[in-house]
């Protein structure tokens, strides 16, 4: 396989996956972020670090954000929420992590392309689904010649980055401008 064919065919599969997202679906995950002043997240290998970046726009916002398992990470709570991310759904010490968050009172809002996984179906509150090929999944969706769970992580990524642009757009005084105030600025 060359180069052009490579990315030609990662761009279909994109579109093939926006195009299938559940606007509603989104809208619902924006509307839970955009209520919550607090929130925590977990996530680990590729998709985690999306989620990363995910966490720090929020930042950028305003948001009080947390990343579990960071030593300075508080307790929590009743009314927090906890965003977390396992691509087939059914990660063991992330499913951990959620159970003991929802036992403290958060809600749980697991972000897969498998929901049909374990943590999505019988601990999340709240199931935010990307419909791209994720490593060991095993629901319907975009079909990828990508390895292991690619597509999700970049669709991931990318759909994040929407998510923020909306909620930028959406929110009055909250501009990229006001957030990059936001940006650490020690580098």
Not at 14 to 43: A, C, L, S, T, W
Request: glycine content about 8%; overall charge negative.
């Amino acid at each position: 396989m060359e180069y052009q064919e490579i990315y030609r065919k990662i761009q279909e599969e994109h579109r093939q996956v926006f195009e299938k997202m559940d606007q509603e679906n989104m809208r619902e995950f924006m509307d839970e972020i955009k209520k919550h002043p607090r929130i925590f997240f977990i996530g680990v290998g590729r998709e985690g670090m999306a989620t990363k970046a995910f966490a720090m726009r929020l930042m950028h916002m305003g948001k009080e954000i947390h990343w579990i398992w960071d030593d300075t990470t508080p307790a929590i709570k009743e009314g927090d929420l906890l965003v977390a991310t396992l691509g087939d759904g059914r990660i063991g010490h992330i499913d951990y992590v959620c159970r003991r968050a929802k036992e403290a009172g958060a809600m749980i809002y697991v972000v897969t392309g498998s929901p049909s996984g374990e943590t999505a179906k019988n601990v999340a509150d709240k199931v935010f689904f990307v419909p791209a090929s994720v490593y060991r999944g095993t629901d319907e969706v975009v079909p990828s010649f990508q390895p292991m769970g690619n597509l999700f992580e970049q669709c991931l990524l990318l759909m994040f980055d929407i998510i923020v642009m909306l909620i930028v757009d959406e929110t009055p005084g909250l501009t990229f401008e006001g957030m990059a105030e936001n940006h650490r600025n020690i580098e």
